[in-house]
């Protein structure tokens, strides 16, 4: 027989092994590399994206053929006009630009010890002791009574100082050590160190007060802003290339902006074609995707149904959605070489085998998925061959082993066709997750293929 009857999943590294597309891999990583040391919140990738967008020629004028329309700073919808009418459905790309953090609670600061304290509350999945005795980082948004808005980033240059979440000694460990790690480490003392010298004026909090003075001084808000405020505590640090090799790439928020850099670059790498491209940015994801800018909102239908309006009135939103092909770009969970046994390794994927199929997500008894058809991943599969794209087939761990979600379901729901596929992130959710140079460059290939098909 010509074709061997097995199936064996290609490496990235043996398919683009040639000198020329090492170096374009290299290239890309280090722009990857400077993406996430700019980019550590929502709105931070959003803003990047925007501006970005503009450098192609993007606007929000809608009557132009690219169009960007960023929502709250939060979501953006980026849409290139193709040649069919828009019945025909779009080639859509969606990801989300929120990552685990922890966020300032409304009546952070405070004084204990002669250490000034703010106190956090935790966004998304985290594993709290990865975040103590670490350096920190200050990221956000402060909105003013008088209407003004001041952007907050503390932490990141050499210069600057960074914050920090104690951690207790282990001399005095030994009841922490006896708990479970859920028991040992609790939320309410997830706080960041602020500050230790006390300020002249005042008798008590003379510490807190001091961080107060300072705060007004450097951004001009007393403590009632912090009640009108989006600041998040963050990982301080660039991102790195990690290893001898530099084979991989280590950054805090690899999930999801792994699959936010590679859309990116692929819709704004691909020419115009049959169908009108979409990049979809979505935020919340990590939280269930509720809320005005998260999956679960109006922000699409409201979006395209305004593209629609000026591109072609007479189309229909139910047939543009309905007859589209969509990728849930979201990261995947490859086997970790340290805990092979909580994968099923029939059904596990590898790092540097390139982005993963999930035929579904959820959780147990497939609760809470969306599964896309046999039909969608044939002619999937059929497109990545044509480019000799890896890519690889897999389920997300054991199947009692947890689960997740990803918004693939939240757009499944208008009946277009939807899978997710993106690639593998090792140390998902820490603050140093490590993802392959050679699957962001083989998923930048596949996205790219997905958008010209
Ligand atoms: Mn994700
Ligand atoms: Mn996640």
Redesign the pocket.
């Given at each position: 027989m010509d074709e061997a009857l097995d199936h064996k999943g290609r490496n990235c590294w043996d398919r683009y092994g040639s000198e020329t597309e090492m170096q374009a891999m290299d290239g890309l990583a280090g722009e990857y590399v400077d993406f996430l040391t700019r980019c550590k919140t929502e709105r931070e990738t959003v803003q990047w994206v925007l501006e970005q967008s503009r450098a192609f020629g993007f606007s929000e004028d809608i009557q132009q053929g690219a169009v960007v329309l960023p929502f709250r700073g939060k979501a953006v919808l980026l849409a290139r006009r193709g040649e069919n009418p828009l019945a025909e459905g779009l080639r859509l790309i969606t990801?989300?630009v929120d990552t685990p953090h922890l966020d300032l609670k409304q009546h952070p600061l405070h004084e204990e010890c002669q250490v000034g304290l703010m106190k956090t509350h935790y966004y998304g999945g985290l594993k709290k002791y990865q975040w103590l005795a670490r350096p920190l980082a200050l990221h956000g948004t402060v909105a003013l009574a008088d209407g003004s808005v001041v952007s907050v980033c503390l932490g990141e240059d050499d210069e600057e100082p960074v914050l920090t979440v104690l951690d207790l000694l282990p001399h005095l460990s030994r009841k922490q050590r006896e708990e479970t790690v859920e028991k040992a480490f609790v939320a309410e003392k997830l706080n960041v160190a602020v500050g230790h010298v006390p300020s002249l004026g005042g008798k008590e909090s003379r510490v807190r007060q001091n961080v107060l003075e300072l705060l007004h001084a450097r951004y001009g808000f007393r403590e009632e802003d912090l009640f009108s405020a989006e600041l998040q505590i963050v990982p301080a640090g660039k991102a790195r290339f990690v290893g001898l090799d530099r084979g991989l790439v280590g950054g805090y928020g690899q999930?999801?902006r792994l699959?936010v850099f590679a859309a990116f670059k692929a819709f704004m790498g691909a020419p115009a074609s049959a169908h009108t491209q979409v990049l979809l940015l979505w935020d919340k994801?990590?939280i269930g995707s509720d809320g005005a800018t998260g999956a679960k909102s109006r922000f699409m239908e409201y979006a395209l149904t305004d593209i629609m309006e000026v591109w072609e009135p007479a189309a229909r939103l139910r047939h543009v959605l309905g007859r589209s092909k969509a990728v849930s770009a979201?990261?995947h969970a490859p086997m970790d070489p340290d805990y092979q046994d909580v994968h099923d390794k029939y059904n596990a994927s590898l790092l540097g085998f390139g982005p993963v199929f999930s035929k579904f997500t959820g959780h147990g008894g497939k609760y809470g998925a969306s599964e896309a058809d046999a039909e969608y991943v044939a002619w999937f599969r059929a497109l990545l061959a044509r480019d000799a794209i890896p890519w690889q087939m897999a389920e997300m761990g054991k199947v009692d082993e947890g689960g997740?979600g990803?918004v693939a379901k939240e757009l499944a729901v208008y009946g277009m066709e939807i899978i997710d596929f993106?690639p593998g992130v090792l140390s998902?959710h820490s603050p140093f997750e490590v993802s392959s140079k050679a699957d962001l460059y083989a998923t930048v290939q596949a996205y790219t293929a997905f958008y010209l098909s």
């Amino acid at each position: 027989m010509d074709e061997a009857l097995d199936h064996k999943g290609r490496n990235c590294w043996d398919r683009y092994g040639s000198e020329t597309e090492m170096q374009a891999m290299d290239g890309l990583a280090g722009e990857y590399v400077d993406f996430l040391t700019r980019c550590k919140t929502e709105r931070e990738t959003v803003q990047w994206v925007l501006e970005q967008s503009r450098a192609f020629g993007f606007s929000e004028d809608i009557q132009q053929g690219a169009v960007v329309l960023p929502f709250r700073g939060k979501a953006v919808l980026l849409a290139r006009r193709g040649e069919n009418p828009l019945a025909e459905g779009l080639r859509l790309i969606t990801a989300h630009v929120d990552t685990p953090h922890l966020d300032l609670k409304q009546h952070p600061l405070h004084e204990e010890c002669q250490v000034g304290l703010m106190k956090t509350h935790y966004y998304g999945g985290l594993k709290k002791y990865q975040w103590l005795a670490r350096p920190l980082a200050l990221h956000g948004t402060v909105a003013l009574a008088d209407g003004s808005v001041v952007s907050v980033c503390l932490g990141e240059d050499d210069e600057e100082p960074v914050l920090t979440v104690l951690d207790l000694l282990p001399h005095l460990s030994r009841k922490q050590r006896e708990e479970t790690v859920e028991k040992a480490f609790v939320a309410e003392k997830l706080n960041v160190a602020v500050g230790h010298v006390p300020s002249l004026g005042g008798k008590e909090s003379r510490v807190r007060q001091n961080v107060l003075e300072l705060l007004h001084a450097r951004y001009g808000f007393r403590e009632e802003d912090l009640f009108s405020a989006e600041l998040q505590i963050v990982p301080a640090g660039k991102a790195r290339f990690v290893g001898l090799d530099r084979g991989l790439v280590g950054g805090y928020g690899q999930d999801d902006r792994l699959c936010v850099f590679a859309a990116f670059k692929a819709f704004m790498g691909a020419p115009a074609s049959a169908h009108t491209q979409v990049l979809l940015l979505w935020d919340k994801e990590e939280i269930g995707s509720d809320g005005a800018t998260g999956a679960k909102s109006r922000f699409m239908e409201y979006a395209l149904t305004d593209i629609m309006e000026v591109w072609e009135p007479a189309a229909r939103l139910r047939h543009v959605l309905g007859r589209s092909k969509a990728v849930s770009a979201d990261v995947h969970a490859p086997m970790d070489p340290d805990y092979q046994d909580v994968h099923d390794k029939y059904n596990a994927s590898l790092l540097g085998f390139g982005p993963v199929f999930s035929k579904f997500t959820g959780h147990g008894g497939k609760y809470g998925a969306s599964e896309a058809d046999a039909e969608y991943v044939a002619w999937f599969r059929a497109l990545l061959a044509r480019d000799a794209i890896p890519w690889q087939m897999a389920e997300m761990g054991k199947v009692d082993e947890g689960g997740g979600g990803t918004v693939a379901k939240e757009l499944a729901v208008y009946g277009m066709e939807i899978i997710d596929f993106g690639p593998g992130v090792l140390s998902m959710h820490s603050p140093f997750e490590v993802s392959s140079k050679a699957d962001l460059y083989a998923t930048v290939q596949a996205y790219t293929a997905f958008y010209l098909s």
